[in-house]
């Protein structure tokens, strides 16, 4: 197993930032203790005080397709690096415990697209999370060392990469499997009964007028469920 290379800050504008601007190698991670301009999907805000996980990790990947399943495979690694947790996997890359989310994953591409080389970025409640929507592990009793943990999660990881039941694997964590649900594809919303990922980690939504089962390469399941 290749060995991570860690940097620590005390404070950054966003890891994502600092990973791309130092062109961090393969296997190169980062983690702050605050964030000054963490972001989301979407373009949302990611509020990073202190106390809670702020960390990007480069990937150098084959090809176009491994690309796609990295999302994946990292919110596999942080469920199996916190085994005491009922942690669900909520498409395409939200970390859930019961309907509150405990962590987010996202994943830039270099400008130029640089040897498929990706920057992933992990922010996971620890002390803190926003309220009502967010929950953290001091909530739920659970102490971690970080840096234990950010080893754990970057091990089960790599381990994650060469699996091929991975797919199959997340449709087990997937929360809302078979539930009926809103989904957001760009400004569409779309009503469905979610049948987890394909190979491609696209999302599968069952239309319910038609039976007729749909694909969707982008878009996140909606948090309201559909009346
Ligand atoms: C999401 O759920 O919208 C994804 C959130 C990703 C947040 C992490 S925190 C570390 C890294 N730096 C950032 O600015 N964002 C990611």
Redesign the pocket.
């Known amino acids: 197993m290749i060995n991570w290379q860690i940097t620590h800050l005390d404070e950054v504008d966003?890891?994502?930032n600092w990973a791309r601007d130092q062109n961090l190698s393969d296997h190169s991670a980062v983690i702050a203790d605050v964030?000054t301009?963490?972001?989301?999907?979407?373009g949302?805000q990611?509020q990073?005080p202190v106390g809670n996980l702020?960390?990007?990790f480069v990937v150098g990947a084959r090809d176009q397709d491994e690309i796609n399943r990295l999302p994946f495979l990292m919110g596999l690694a942080v469920k199996d690096a916190l085994p005491d947790l009922a942690i669900k996997l909520k498409w395409p890359?939200?970390i859930w415990i019961k309907d509150k989310k405990l962590a987010?994953?996202?994943f830039e591409r270099f400008s130029d697209h640089r040897d498929n080389k990706v920057i992933g970025?992990?922010?996971l409640n620890i002390n803190h999370s926003p309220k009502d929507i967010g929950v953290d592990l001091s909530e739920l009793g659970i102490e971690v060392d970080k840096s234990d943990l950010v080893k754990s999660i970057l091990n089960h990881f790599d381990l994650w990469r060469d699996r091929l039941d991975w797919a199959k694997e997340w449709n087990r964590a997937a929360a809302f499997m078979h539930d009926p649900v809103t989904f957001l594809h760009g400004d569409l919303q779309k009503s469905g009964v979610f049948q987890g990922i394909n190979q491609s980690g696209h999302a599968i939504l069952l239309d319910p007028k038609f039976n007729i089962p749909q694909t969707y390469a982008s878009g996140e399941i909606s948090t309201l469920r559909p009346e």
Not at 37 to 42: I, K, L, Q
């Open positions: 966003s890891t994502m964030q301009a963490g972001r989301g999907r979407r949302r990611w990073s702020y960390m990007s890359n939200d987010g994953i996202l970025g992990l922010g």
